[in-house]
């Protein structure tokens, strides 16, 4: 049977909790610079410590983009190695579904999983199992 539609990614799928919306406390439009492509809600992003600009968080990474400390929640598209603006969640108290949330397939086992959450929970942005 064919598919009758297809469900974009949405902010409640992965965002389950943030403090203060109203004012966007945890939010902030950061810059992205990295492959390009669609960046869809729920995307991991790390920092990279020399630039300060962010990008995908893939494990192996070694400019400090490995760990991620962001959370994409407004849809992008990213031209390759262009800066353009993201808004993310950047830190907390906020709580965010595992299942919502968008891992590169580089975080390829539960002890790499848990490394990228407990990364995430480092600037208060706590990853559970929320439905």
Excluded: W
């Excluded at 966007?24 to 992205?32: I, K």
């Excluded at 990295?34 to 400019?63: M, N, R």
């Excluded at 906020?94 to 995430?120: M, P, R």
Aim: include cysteine.
């Amino acid at each position: 049977m064919p598919a009758l539609f297809t469900e974009n990614f949405r902010f409640s799928n992965t965002v389950k909790h943030e403090y203060e919306p109203s004012i966007a406390f945890c939010r902030e439009e950061v810059v992205y610079n990295g492959v390009a492509g669609e960046l869809k809600i729920g995307v991991a992003l790390g920092k990279v410590t020399a630039t300060g600009k962010y990008k995908i968080s893939v494990q192996t990474a070694t400019d400090g983009s490995q760990n991620p400390v962001a959370v994409v929640i407004k849809e992008a598209t990213a031209a390759l190695n262009t800066d353009i603006k993201v808004l993310a969640l950047v830190r907390g108290p906020a709580i965010v579904s595992k299942a919502g949330l968008i891992l590169d397939a580089s975080f390829n086992d539960d002890a790499k999983k848990a490394a990228a959450y407990a990364s995430l929970a480092a600037v208060s942005i706590l990853a559970n199992n929320a439905v």
